[in-house]
């Protein structure tokens, strides 16, 4: 049965060269106050040390979270994903002051339910021909892990190969609900999302590990509805009701608790402001018009997580669209930014593991997903580019399986000054021409692998569009008012292979107004019928 004390108790759990596993999304469902105790600890005592971080989801505003763990001697070891809001760990990897494997969002995520069940670990085909590959690397992201045994290795089961994400135990897994009653049972009623709690406690009670929960509340045994309780108190080793809660227990980075968040209350949708009109939204419209009616979407973080919603709201075309979150919003407007994960009036929200079983399972119709640099096989980098070390997040389990992935990137790195008059597109200054390289230098998406499994690849910027074909990268369309020499051919290390004549850009992407949406998916929803 639980125990409830102070955070400053419950580190005390933790012992030199422990695995913590800890559970969040970005600053969803972060049990932030232990989090701070672990790095006091450290910096005023110098114990817990030499510890190993495992993580599924990114979980750092920048400043909080894991970046907790983020100090040499406290941190031998990180598993995790996503890195783009924990510039120090990301640092600390680069510098190979830690080891560190970046995996796939998804398979950590269910690597906790298939060794909390006893298996020795996770068989999936998600991460071939991908820097996760062990041909390619095995998920080792630094210089120092190359030395470090291997975690994945490649089996062949019935003449297919797939990946075996081996068993990593677990000592503490560190855990978030909104209230826990006298006994312990743990529940996630405010919480934004459900993400992989009970997996995490369970994966660490295989090993013989103890769990620590946060919590916001705590209420009278027996009062809690049964189907509210996401973590069972037997489960539970220690309870920790979480101090000055508007800094440590908020609901997201931005929110301390909105109810449409956790489908307490469905919002009017007239509090959706449009977004400004910037490359970013141009980006976001033309990916916006690959959709088709009643799509399944999945939105990555970045240009799409932070266009697509909020555009179909502004279009009126949110009823027309089932758009999911990797965290396990379905439905709504996600967010975006450092609220990457939560979805604002969501139809429902399912468990982390059990949305990339959907999305490794079936897949998704379309995904649309972000990229830092593209080369002439249509392979896509978004892990490791230059002193950046960013993870893959979930976008490898994602884009493998998806029916249809539209990649949304500026053409450029940095800010290019742009202008638009009359449904026109002008490059007044241009950022550094590096996204478009000959060669990638890190594997994220393998453009063979889509070829050869028959998706269909998008790669849409603000002033050109790119499809995968069996020749490589294809340039496909060009906006209007754009120089296809100066402006595309000279900003990229390769010379893509061109379809004549070009088809222009929809004009519309480039006004600064609504652009008709409803129209162009009642043309494909009469297109669809005519098929």
């Known amino acids: 049965m639980a125990k409830f004390m102070t955070s400053k108790q419950a580190v005390e759990l933790i012992k030199d060269g422990m695995s913590i596993a800890t559970v969040g999304f970005t600053m969803i469902g972060v049990a932030e106050d232990i989090l701070r105790q672990i790095e006091k600890s450290f910096l005023e005592k110098g114990t817990p040390r030499n510890l190993t971080l495992i993580h599924a989801a990114g979980q750092s505003d920048t400043k909080n979270g894991i970046e907790h763990f983020a100090h040499e001697g406290l941190l031998k070891r990180v598993i995790g994903s996503h890195w783009g ?27 906790y339910k298939a060794v909390a069940g006893g298996a020795p670990g996770l068989l999936s085909p998600i991460g071939l021909d991908t820097y996760v590959d062990p041909l390619l690397g095995g998920a080792k992201i630094n210089e120092r892990t190359k030395k470090c045994e291997d ?8 003449g297919k190969t797939y990946l075996l994400y081996k068993a990593i135990p677990i000592d503490i897994a560190i855990i978030r609900g909104t209230c826990a009653d006298e006994r312990g049972n743990i529940s996630c009623r405010e919480e934004a999302v459900k993400l992989e709690a009970l997996s995490a406690a369970l994966a660490a009670r295989r090993f013989g590990g103890k769990v620590i929960a946060q919590v916001k509340w705590l209420s009278k045994k027996e009062t809690l509805h049964p189907k509210d309780i996401v973590v069972p108190g037997i489960f539970v080793d220690a309870v920790v009701l979480a101090q000055n809660q508007e800094e440590t227990h908020r609901q997201t980075f931005s929110t301390f608790y909105d109810p449409s968040l956790s489908g307490d209350l469905r919002a009017p949708e007239v509090s959706f402001q449009p977004l400004p009109f910037n490359l970013r939204k141009i980006i976001g419209r033309r990916a916006i018009m690959e959709i088709t009616p009643g799509a399944v979407i999945n939105l990555g973080t970045g240009i799409p997580g932070d266009t697509i919603g909020p555009i179909a709201a502004e279009e009126g075309i949110l009823s027309e669209l089932v758009l999911t979150v990797e965290s396990g919003t379905i439905g709504g407007v996600p967010g975006g930014g450092v609220d990457f994960g939560i979805s604002k009036n969501s139809d ?18 379309i995904t649309f997903m972000g990229a830092a640099e593209v080369d002439r096989e249509g ?21 493998q399986m998806a029916k249809k992935v539209v990649f949304c990137l500026s053409f450029t790195v940095g800010k290019s000054v742009i202008h638009v008059n009359d449904g026109k597109l002008e ?32 790669y849409i910027t603000e002033r050109a569009v ?23 051919l000279d900003k990229m290390q390769f010379k893509p292979k061109i379809i004549f004549p070009l088809r222009k850009m929809d004009p519309r992407i480039f006004l600064n107004r609504p652009i008709d949406m409803k129209d162009i998916l009642s043309f494909y929803k009469k297109e669809k019928i005519k098929a």
């Open 427 to 458: 490059i007044v200054n241009d950022g550094k021409p590096v996204k478009f390289v000959p060669q990638v230098s890190h594997i994220t998406f393998s453009g063979k692998r889509a070829r050869n499994m028959g998706q269909k690849v998008l």
């Open 348 to 365: 429902a929200i399912i468990n982390h593991m059990d949305q990339f079983d959907f999305y490794t399972g079936s897949g998704v119709d």
């Open 466 to 488: 790119f499809e995968l074909r069996s020749e490589g990268l294809t340039l496909v369309e060009i906006a209007p008012g754009v120089n296809l020499e100066r402006d595309i």
């Open 379 to 399: 392979n896509v980098n978004v892990s490791k580019f230059g002193s950046r070390i960013a993870g893959c997040g979930g976008f490898i389990d994602i884009t």
């Open 151 to 158: 975690i994945i290795e490649r089996v062949q089961i019935e």
């Open 85 to 111: 809001f924990a510039p120090k760990i990301a640092r600390l990897i680069y510098e190979n002051k830690v080891e560190a494997y970046a995996l796939p969002q998804g398979r950590i995520a269910n690597l």
